[in-house]
């Protein structure tokens, strides 16, 4: 069921990112000062967020590499 809801989020983020209405049905409207763009810009974090929910972790597009390579053994020869 969580499952379920995360998908409907996701497509719900979807939709208003593409902005069907061509800006008339926005929470906040573009040209306000400073705030103008964060429903967009939470649209988008609840968008990556479902996706990695889903296992598709955009992190590594943006050049966060993962734990596995940052954890890497190193091996010291005493002799």
Not at 12 to 34: H, K, Q, R, T
Not at 48 to 57: I, M, Q, T, V
Request: hydrophobic share 50%; charged share 25%.
């Amino acid at each position: 069921m969580k499952s379920f809801f995360v998908l409907v989020a996701a497509i719900l983020s979807v939709i208003y990112l593409i902005n069907p209405g061509a800006g008339f049905i926005e929470f906040l409207p573009d040209n306000l000062p400073i705030v103008g763009n964060l429903d967009e810009a939470t649209a988008t974090a609840i968008l990556l967020a479902c996706a990695r929910y889903f296992g598709f972790d955009m992190a590594r597009f943006f050049g966060k590499k993962k734990e596995e390579d940052t954890q890497k053994e190193t091996v010291i020869d005493v002799d």
